[in-house]
């Protein structure tokens, strides 16, 4: 600053350059010294002389340092939350995907379920469960993306060695900030490329491409024994739940037939959802039935596993026969193979398979057994 010039000229140039320098990182995630000097209108070394400034006053940290022909990058820092986004991950069944949002906000969660659902694109169904936003989709499939009816959605998914990758297209703003700024520091993701052009922030967000499983339990309990199915389920999904291999979705109850004489309480069964790490798969069903084994009061339990996104024609067929009528085992034990179930157990087995068969069913249809199911 010279003799002749005013602080306040000085300040009102610093406010300028870091209005620039966190606008820059909202919308793209970071910035370079080209991209400060062509927005502030300056000389390179003047944009560099601010940048060590606000570097020294703890206002913009180096993002990632200068390699070979690429500058370092740099963002401001903010009072803002590092991310809204818990998790991210991803389970693949042959070319069928899907992508599970886990946020800290029922809000954020309700917005991109909203936008996601409006944009259309590679999205073949958007659904939401409490703070866990998901959505199927299929590699190779891409439909046309209305981003002027929507702020955010994905554009498409493929596969990469051992990792799926989303790209995701926004708008400026808000829902660009997400997908550049907090993203990458969700759990469960392995990176996140930015690209902008052309009025569009594009991400392509990898994360490792988990195997879908469905648990379904029922006749754990005995009359007069004590014992809730619901209970056990849940403590199972909490058993199996490991930081590094198996992600715990949800836990759900689902109403069968209850013309049954020999029911206990409602005739009710549950089922769990996991995203599981390829390598423990062939470990996971004695694991599973190991703890039912123990933990259970009836000797009639029965557990099925399912490793397939979407539920086979077939298996609901039968889901939705199990809620109305009595049906042999010989008709489940048919349907669980043609479908790709493996069971294990007694009696219990029948109403575990009815379980499965009803995973992506919504809750009022899960809790009715009077609702037709939907196909």
């Known amino acids: 600053m010279t003799g002749k010039e005013k602080s306040g000229g000085v300040l009102e140039r610093r406010g300028a350059f870091l209005t620039a320098m966190r606008q820059m990182t909202f919308e793209a995630g970071h910035f370079t010294t080209a991209d400060l000097a062509s927005a502030a209108n300056v000389p390179r070394s003047t944009a560099q002389d601010w940048i060590n400034r606000m570097i020294k006053e703890g206002c913009i940290f180096v993002k990632e340092e200068p390699h070979g022909r690429n500058p370092a990058h740099y963002a401001s820092r903010s009072a803002l939350p590092q991310t809204t986004c818990k998790r991210i991950f991803t389970t693949l069944d042959g070319r069928d995907v899907e992508i599970f949002h886990e946020c800290l906000s029922s809000g954020c969660a309700g917005f991109c379920e909203f936008h996601h659902r409006k944009a259309g694109g590679a999205a073949i169904s958007v659904t939401r469960d409490g703070m866990i936003f998901r959505e199927r989709s299929r590699i190779g499939e891409e439909n046309e993306l209305r981003l002027d009816f929507a702020a955010v959605g994905l554009a498409a998914v493929k596969k990469d060695g051992a990792d799926i990758i989303q790209t995701i297209h926004s ?101 769990i959802e996991l995203a599981v790490d390829p390598s423990v798969l062939p470990t996971l069903a004695a694991k599973v039935c190991r703890f039912v084994d123990e933990e259970s009061v009836s000797d009639e339990w029965g557990v099925a596993i399912m490793t397939s996104i979407t539920v086979p024609e077939g298996l609901l067929r039968l889901g939705e026969k199990i809620r109305r009528e009595r049906v042999s085992m010989e008709e489940v034990l048919e349907t669980a193979k043609r479908s790709g179930v493996q069971v294990y157990g007694k009696k219990g087995i029948i109403g575990a398979v009815g379980a499965v068969s009803l995973k992506s069913q919504p809750q009022e249809i899960l809790l009715d057994p009077a609702c037709p199911i939907v196909f």
């Open 171 to 271: 708008i400026p703003g808000g829902p660009a900030y997400s997908l550049s700024a907090m993203m990458g520091h969700a759990k469960g993701v392995k990176g996140v490329q930015i690209t902008v052009g052309n009025g569009v922030v594009t991400g392509e967000v990898r994360t490792p491409a988990l195997t879908p499983v469905t648990i379904g339990v029922d006749d754990t309990d005995r009359k007069g024994c004590g014992g809730a199915t619901f209970a056990l389920s849940q403590a199972l999904m909490k058993y199996l739940t490991d930081p590094g291999s198996v992600i715990g979705i949800r836990h759900q109850v689902a109403a069968l037939c209850q013309d049954i004489e020999e029911k206990t309480a409602g005739n009710s069964c549950s089922f």
